[in-house]
């Protein structure tokens, strides 16, 4: 069963990764994040037409990634249906390294639809921040657990979603530029506890 199980999440999480492997689709869920909303209000929100936004819809749901919140009445006896997030927590590592660069492609290029929209709107008189930052760091393992709590943390501090301010695009990437080397043995001693060794 345990088998069974470990697979039917793995083939989920495909459909995940295939789910994502759009920016557009990206972007409606991060929107999503922000508040439920219907394929009316997305459509002003990315400034695309309604129409063309329910085939991603129906790509996230069928992905299990959004659902519908509620149906909200319209005129003349119509209702829409109002989209919100699911919660979803696949695996890590279920993924091909083909599906992950995909997915990560994908995000990269949602970020730069992001930036891009953000100069637009400074050209256009408008006041928005963009900060960018790309270096190396040479961590050990107990530095990069370190950086990643410290990561969290500075998430948790910030992660009020009811908080004043505008909406801010955070991304974040720890990518290893070198193998690391393999952890060492719990079993084997100390070189100052082997045999012959002087203190």
Do not use: N
């Given at each position: 069963m345990g088998e069974q199980g470990q697979g039917s999440t793995q083939r989920s999480w495909h459909g995940v990764h295939k789910a994502l492997a759009d920016p557009l689709r990206i972007r409606l869920l991060e929107a999503l994040w922000e508040e439920p909303r219907s394929a009316r209000e997305l459509a002003d929100r990315t400034g695309l037409?309604?129409?063309?936004?329910?085939y991603h819809l129906g790509r996230l749901e069928a992905?299990?990634?959004?659902?519908?919140?509620?149906?909200?009445?319209?005129?003349?006896?119509?209702?829409?249906?109002?989209?919100?997030?699911?919660?979803?927590?696949?695996?890590?590592?279920a993924a091909t390294p083909e599906e992950m660069a995909d997915f990560l492609g994908s995000m990269l290029d949602a970020t730069r639809a992001d930036i891009s929209a953000a100069y637009r709107s400074r050209q256009a008189g408008g006041r928005r921040e963009v900060d960018l930052h790309r270096g190396a760091l040479r961590l050990t393992d107990e530095a990069l657990a370190d950086l990643r709590e410290h990561?969290?943390?500075?998430a948790e501090r910030f992660g009020d979603r009811d908080a004043p301010g505008s909406w801010t695009r955070v991304?974040?990437?720890?990518?290893?530029?070198?193998?690391?080397?393999?952890?060492?043995?719990?079993?084997?001693?100390?070189?100052?506890?082997?045999p012959g060794r002087q203190p």
């Open positions: 037409p309604a129409d063309r936004l329910y992905a299990g990634l959004v659902g519908i919140a509620e149906y909200r009445p319209l005129a003349h006896g119509k209702v829409e249906r109002v989209y919100a997030p699911a919660v979803t927590e696949p695996p890590g590592d990561i969290a943390g500075l991304v974040v990437a720890l990518v290893d530029l070198q193998d690391r080397p393999p952890p060492p043995d719990p079993h084997t001693p100390p070189a100052a506890d082997l």
